[in-house]
């Protein structure tokens, strides 16, 4: 697949978030990746299923929904109903994780598990097959506008050789810190899903962030993908 962008609205104003996504849309954004936080999982709490119903009714592109959250499974029949395309759960949070990808993928969703950056990729090898997505956390989660941990580059391409060992084609998602400064980096390791917040929604001109983001990432992506 070609690379894509999703801006995460978690670095847009709030009180704005229709114009937020209309200039993410408009520069190019192919999804709109959706954080939400419940205060006990990560420390910061953030937004629930009314706000991704609403988003539901103005984006143009899919939703990406990721669930940094204990206890995910109560709440995936909620965000598929509210609208998410695409519903990513953390390996950390579940103790039967295929059981929960079945369960998101029942629903008509893309089921994507998240990774944090101190957990060895070990933990997805029973469950590769199975993914239709993999979430490559590049800070640790909770907050937006943290720095990229340098590590990350090396686990995208170990993420990737996984899938590919398990004969799985789906793209590898990064998450945290990626801006026009590393994300040729990323892209060239194998990821193929770009998650950007404060790169886009911290600028004077979002649109104008994404179209250039969007241009180094395809860019990056024509290239051989380096190991």
């Given at each position: 697949m070609s690379v894509?962008?999703?801006p995460s609205i978690l670095s847009a104003d709030f009180a704005a978030l229709g114009a937020a996504v209309a200039a993410a849309e408009r520069g190019g954004a192919d999804l709109i990746h959706v954080d939400v936080m419940d205060g006990h999982f990560v420390p910061n709490i953030t937004i629930g299923v009314p706000v991704v119903t609403s988003l539901r009714r103005i984006a143009r592109v899919p939703l990406d929904v990721h669930l940094m959250i204990e206890d995910p499974d109560r709440y995936i029949d909620a965000f598929a109903e509210a609208g998410a395309a695409m519903i990513s759960v953390h390996v950390e949070a579940l103790r039967?994780?295929?059981?929960?990808?079945?369960?998101?993928?029942?629903?008509?969703?893309?089921?994507?598990?998240?990774?944090?950056?101190?957990?060895?990729?070990?933990?997805?090898?029973?469950?590769a097959a199975d993914l239709d997505y993999v979430v490559v956390m590049s800070v640790n989660p909770g907050f937006g506008g943290q720095t990229f941990i340098p590590r990350s580059e090396s686990k995208v391409r170990e993420v990737r050789a996984l899938l590919?060992?398990?004969?799985?084609?789906?793209?590898?998602?990064?998450?945290?810190?990626?801006?026009?400064?590393?994300?040729?980096?990323?892209?060239?390791?194998?990821?193929?899903?770009?998650?950007?917040?404060?790169?886009?929604?911290?600028?004077?001109?979002?649109?104008?962030?994404?179209?250039?983001?969007?241009?180094?990432?395809?860019?990056a992506a024509a290239a051989p993908v380096t190991r």
């Open positions: 894509q962008i999703a039967h994780l295929h059981r929960t990808i079945q369960a998101i993928k029942r629903l008509g969703v893309k089921a994507g598990v998240a990774i944090n950056p101190a957990t060895p990729i070990v933990m997805l090898d029973e469950v590919d060992r398990a004969g799985n084609a789906a793209p590898v998602e990064i998450d945290g810190g990626v801006d026009q400064s590393n994300v040729a980096q990323v892209v060239s390791a194998g990821a193929r899903i770009i998650v950007a917040g404060s790169a886009v929604f911290n600028t004077p001109d979002p649109e104008r962030a994404v179209r250039e983001l969007k241009a180094a990432a395809i860019a």
